[in-house]
């Protein structure tokens, strides 16, 4: 109960110091590794795969952004991570910050980094912690969204995992309604 309590006040303190600019995000993250199947033949598709990469987890995220300033985001996200090749399925929940580097009327060029834990659901779920770091930009429109585009570093902590942690590098699309 006093851990709900915290986390109660530090989200009304957070809002209450911030320019009350509460924004809803969503984006979508593909990791990509080498094709395994680069020039053999597809029986299903009947043709040569002739990629040199192949997608291998995706990522979805969600979650809310406060603006404390212009140059600093805070905010709370859930996502949903799936890596069918090594058989893990993890639900994030993290506290995320962004740092704008530069920044040109709407559009934004950013850093940010976060800090979380695996929700575990049920049995095919995952429990641990969750660490990212990426870049990222914000590209503005005349419409009350913007277009976000990002590079993720993610770290999964999860203790019966080959050494104990899953790392992973993404590329994502998204949007920001502001």
Known sequence: MKKMVSFLA??????????????YNFTLNVTFSGNENFGEYDEYQEKTDW???????????????VK?????????????DVHPDVDILAIPYYI????????SDDDKFYVGGGIGKLLKLGKPFERGKYYKVGIGYYISSERNNSLILNMDFHNKQIANFENGRLNSLSFGIGMIFL
């Open 96 to 103: 995320d910050v962004k740092l704008a580097l530069a920044q």
């Open 10 to 23: 530090l989200l009304f303190t957070i809002y209450s110091f911030s320019q009350r600019a509460v924004n």
């Open 51 to 65: 990629s040199p990469i192949a997608p291998n987890a995706i990522f979805l995220r969600n979650g809310l952004d």
């Open 68 to 80: 404390l300033n212009k140059f600093i985001t805070t905010g709370i996200n859930l996502g949903l």
